[in-house]
């Protein structure tokens, strides 16, 4: 027994398979990554700030936050920063939930809202995604009562790729005005929907984003918030005055500049290889979810076999059961030669 709470003794750590992963050996189509190297103007933003002497200053973000409300389209007062979105769904779900409150966390989905929600001691319902009906939405709703204090929509659902309509979020929102409604706009970039623009007349939802899994930084750590003014207030007495760390946003802020580096790479992923791998799978007859992220969770006849090729061409992908225990793959999408690359392996194995 550790001298903690005993239902934190009891827990297990959220240990996602990083081991032994190389971008040099590896083609890395396991963790929704940005597959290319950051742009030239990010590394040399970095370099320029190591070489400027500040490291032994505490960090000092200006108007990083200005920078990134223009970005979203809303207002700066709707915006905070947090260390990475895994930091910000932490400080949501504890700033939002007492020991003992109910929690709808939608699955199979991003293994961080459970996390978090055990360490609440939260009583955690569980309605099921389905790969013809998407979202279970009906089940949502039925399982709002007047302990629920949180809902998680994950949009789009980390591993299905599942897309939840503006209007059913609303729905949800207006079901649970006790509750917060934690929208997790991870893969904004990729999927272009949100919810970020109803923050104001909705104050129980509250988004998270990160400059994780387009911006090509999980590395460094930035994501950030955007909810109604009042809730922002309230977060920044949670969110510690240095949690994040200067060089994610010496990064960003360069990045920003040059949306281009960003837009072009999407552009590439959602309008080239992600057809490429679709027609692929559709030609095999292997069934896949309908994804509006970077990355397609495919069930081929042979999936751990599959896996193994993978690997020995030096190709990671990550599989992932789905609720009734059937393995699938899911596959990150890179840019066309390494689709092209990824095709010729699984062409050869399949
Ligand atoms: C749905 C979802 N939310 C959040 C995260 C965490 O991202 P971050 O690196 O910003 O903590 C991930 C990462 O895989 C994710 O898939």
Redo the contacts with the bound molecule.
């Keep these: 027994m550790s001298v903690f709470k005993s239902h934190i003794d009891a827990m297990s750590a959220y240990k996602p398979p990083l081991d032994g992963r190389d971008p040099h050996k590896h083609l890395l189509l396991d ?2 990554e940005r597959t290319q190297p950051v742009a030239d103007v990010v590394r040399q933003a970095l370099i320029d700030y190591i070489n400027s002497g500040r490291l032994q200053m505490y960090p000092a973000y200006g108007d990083i936050t200005d920078k990134i409300a223009g970005y979203a389209g809303v207002a700066a007062d709707q915006v905070m920063i947090t260390n ?6 932490d400080l949501v779900i504890r700033a939002a939930c007492r020991e003992g409150d109910e929690a709808i966390i939608p699955g199979p ?2 293994a ?1 809202y459970k996390q978090v929600a055990l360490v609440e001691n939260l009583t955690i319902i569980e309605p099921q995604y389905s790969r013809e009906k998407g979202f279970p939405l009906a089940e949502t709703l039925a399982a709002i009562n007047d302990k629920t204090r949180l809902i998680t929509v ?1 949009n789009p ?2 591993p299905s790729g599942t897309l939840v309509s503006r209007d059913d979020i609303v729905t949800i929102a207006k079901a649970a005005p006790e509750a917060v409604i934690l929208v ?1 706009e ?2 904004f970039e990729y999927a272009s929907v949100t919810v970020a623009d109803l923050v104001g007349l909705y104050p129980n939802l509250v988004v ?1 984003r ?4 387009t911006w090509g930084i ?1 590395s460094l ?3 950030y918030i955007i909810a109604a003014a009042e809730n922002v207030r309230a977060l920044l007495n949670v969110r510690g005055p240095y949690d994040i760390n200067q060089l994610a946003i010496v990064a960003i802020r360069a990045a920003l500049d040059n949306l281009d580096t960003v837009e072009s790479y999407v552009d590439e992923v959602m309008q080239v290889s992600k057809p490429m791998l679709e027609a692929f799978l559709d030609a095999k007859g292997i069934d896949y979810w309908p994804s509006g992220g970077n990355y397609l969770w495919s069930f081929p006849a042979n999936p751990l076999e599959i896996n193994a090729g993978l690997l020995d061409a030096g190709i990671l992908v990550r599989p992932k059961a789905d609720s009734g225990g059937r393995m699938g793959l899911r596959i990150t999408l890179g840019d066309k030669l390494q689709t092209e690359r990824l095709l010729g392996v699984l062409d050869g194995l399949i």
Excluded: H, W
């Design positions: 963790f929704n990475g979105s895994d930091q910000g769904i989905s991003f961080m994950s659902n980390n997790d991870c893969y998270t990160t400059f994780s899994k999980p750590r930035l994501g």
